[in-house]
């Protein structure tokens, strides 16, 4: 289990150092902690990972896992790499199918929050997704119905930080974890608001 969050230090993330974010695409990377906390539940808890549109969460997990993790994304620079799936969400009807129930853990950030884009890509999670599968979605919290018809998914306690994101997204999953019940020392805590 990894350590709290509030004992972390700051680590430098390579893939931050080395890949810049593309306003074309709507990339806008997780900070080194939020992808720390994301890459920690794909390791605790997948044997098989897809990361959907979360580069950031598949080249920082450790290179023994992601021998055992697929990128399905829109940004071709990674078209070399065998774990690379081109996916775009405007084509569900492309999605491989010998993919199909194949992923023990989902990982997700669309690169836009409508409904729209939001039931495209749910088409695909609960096709990829096995049976008890879990599964993890990032977006504003004004979602939390809709991606709950969806695919399930509940929001948690920690929210992750987008540092060039203008809005706060918060974390939906539909399982329990201790890192996603903690608060995200990075954005301020607002569960007492809410009591």
Same mark, same amino acid.
């Given at each position: 289990m990894p350590p709290p969050l509030a004992s972390r230090k700051k680590k430098k993330n390579r893939f931050l150092r080395k890949t810049p974010e593309n306003g074309d695409f709507n990339q806008y990377w997780y900070s080194a902690l939020t992808i720390e906390t994301l890459v920690g539940e794909a390791v605790a808890h997948g044997t098989r990972i897809a990361c959907l549109s979360t580069p950031s969460v598949f080249f920082s997990l450790p290179k023994e896992v992601q021998a055992r993790a697929t990128l399905f994304d829109y940004d071709r620079q990674w078209d070399e790499l065998d774990q690379f799936v081109f996916y775009d969400y405007r084509e569900p009807d492309d999605f491989p199918a010998k993919l199909t129930n194949t992923?023990?853990?989902? @990982?997700?950030?669309?690169?836009?929050?409508?409904? =729209?884009?939001?039931?495209?890509?749910?088409?695909?999670? &609960?096709?990829?997704?096995? =049976?008890?599968?879990? %599964? %993890?979605?990032?977006?504003?919290?004004? &979602?939390?119905?809709?991606?709950?018809?969806? @695919?399930?998914?509940?929001?948690?306690?920690?929210?992750?930080? %987008?540092?060039?994101?203008?809005?706060?997204?918060? %974390?939906?999953?539909?399982?329990?974890?201790?890192?996603?019940?903690?608060? &995200?020392?990075? @954005?301020?805590?607002?569960?007492?608001?809410?009591?």
């Amino acid at each position: 289990m990894p350590p709290p969050l509030a004992s972390r230090k700051k680590k430098k993330n390579r893939f931050l150092r080395k890949t810049p974010e593309n306003g074309d695409f709507n990339q806008y990377w997780y900070s080194a902690l939020t992808i720390e906390t994301l890459v920690g539940e794909a390791v605790a808890h997948g044997t098989r990972i897809a990361c959907l549109s979360t580069p950031s969460v598949f080249f920082s997990l450790p290179k023994e896992v992601q021998a055992r993790a697929t990128l399905f994304d829109y940004d071709r620079q990674w078209d070399e790499l065998d774990q690379f799936v081109f996916y775009d969400y405007r084509e569900p009807d492309d999605f491989p199918a010998k993919l199909t129930n194949t992923y023990d853990f989902v @990982v997700v950030d669309p690169p836009f929050i409508t409904a =729209e884009v939001w039931e495209l890509y749910a088409d695909v999670i &609960n096709r990829m997704v096995v =049976e008890g599968g879990k %599964i %993890i979605c990032t977006t504003v919290s004004e &979602n939390a119905d809709l991606l709950d018809g969806l @695919v399930g998914v509940k929001p948690v306690r920690f929210k992750p930080l %987008i540092p060039q994101l203008v809005y706060q997204y918060s %974390i939906f999953a539909n399982y329990t974890s201790p890192a996603l019940d903690s608060p &995200n020392p990075e @954005v301020p805590d607002d569960s007492d608001d809410d009591a």
